[in-house]
């Protein structure tokens, strides 16, 4: 589905009314910027028109995410990415905003999420005598579809690299073969691998990041919209332990701290899961909507 049309094939409704509702402004605290985060029990046909209204909010959001009841104990989440120049993008997974959800949501335990952009599940664990998060996202590394070629490494504009769909779709190159300027090398890339995926060049997927083995363990800097992440996502974190999980990627094993330039994330796999650990997220503020969010069955 091409960026700035909407989804379709979902139950899910928001409607507008006179009276303002409320969304919570929440921060992932590895993430490049908060997520507005929308109660609702779904999408409209229209989610489009309502991203276009959350979009021109004070607050700015460029992470949107819409989250409802699914089941004992779950959730089902909706993301919308804004793009540069007023588009935005649907197909997008992220993961801190689904954490960013969760948080909002108050749930105690274990909360299983299920992700209608991706088509992920994702279970969040709390973390022992911590206000942390384990995110497992439950599908085995090996599965059908993880690598989208059928092959661990593609050779793009020269470059060795392997394209992998976990969480979201993501390019992983080798740091030594990335040229200076290196953001502009790694955006001819992903580029490249967006029309080898059969994605628009200028969508915000796949993702991109470059890896490095080093003497103090695997390092990685990634690209998100806009810019460098100041971490890595969470769905590239996981995305990074899969593709290290897999024989012949340019991944090596990734288990344990992955040190990016903001500081460690880490990861961990296992024959039916990858995860990511010690994820926090804050609730910063409310934000008074334009319209109230009604929720139908």
Request: with cysteine; charged share 20%; aromatic share 4%.
């Amino acid at each position: 589905m091409p960026a700035g049309h909407p989804p379709s094939g979902t139950a899910l409704v928001v409607r507008a009314h006179d009276a303002p509702g409320t969304a919570l402004v929440v921060r992932a605290h590895d993430a490049p910027g908060p997520t507005l985060v929308v109660r609702a029990d779904g999408l409209p046909g229209d989610v489009l028109g309502v991203a276009r209204d959350l979009a021109r909010l004070p607050a700015g959001p460029r992470k949107i995410a819409f989250y409802g009841d699914d089941g004992p104990g779950g959730l089902r989440y909706r993301f919308v990415q804004a793009l540069p120049g007023g588009r935005f993008d649907f197909r997008a997974g992220c993961g801190h905003s689904l954490l960013a959800c969760v948080v909002a949501a108050r749930r105690p335990g274990p909360v299983t999420v299920r992700a209608l952009t991706t088509g992920d599940t994702v279970l969040c664990e709390p973390e022992p005598r911590t206000d942390a998060y384990t995110l497992h996202f439950l599908r085995p590394p090996d599965a059908p579809g993880t690598l989208p070629t059928g092959r661990p490494r593609d050779r793009l504009l020269g470059v060795e690299a392997s394209l992998v769909s976990y969480g979201n779709p993501y390019v992983f190159v080798d740091a030594r073969h990335v040229r200076p300027p290196a953001r502009a090398h790694l955006l001819a890339l992903r580029a490249e691998a967006a029309r080898l995926l059969g994605h628009p060049p200028d969508s915000a997927l796949p993702k991109i990041a470059a890896v490095e083995a080093t003497p103090h363990g695997l390092s990685v800097r990634a690209l998100t919209v806009g810019g460098w992440h100041p971490r890595l996502a969470l769905t590239g974190a996981a995305a990074l332990a899969a593709a290290g999980a897999l024989h012949g990627t340019v991944v090596p094993p990734a288990e344990g701290p992955v040190r990016t330039p903001g500081g460690t994330v880490t990861v961990s796999a296992r024959p039916d899961r990858v995860s990511v650990h010690h994820k926090r997220a804050t609730v910063l503020r409310a934000c008074p909507l334009p319209w109230r969010v009604h929720a139908t069955a």
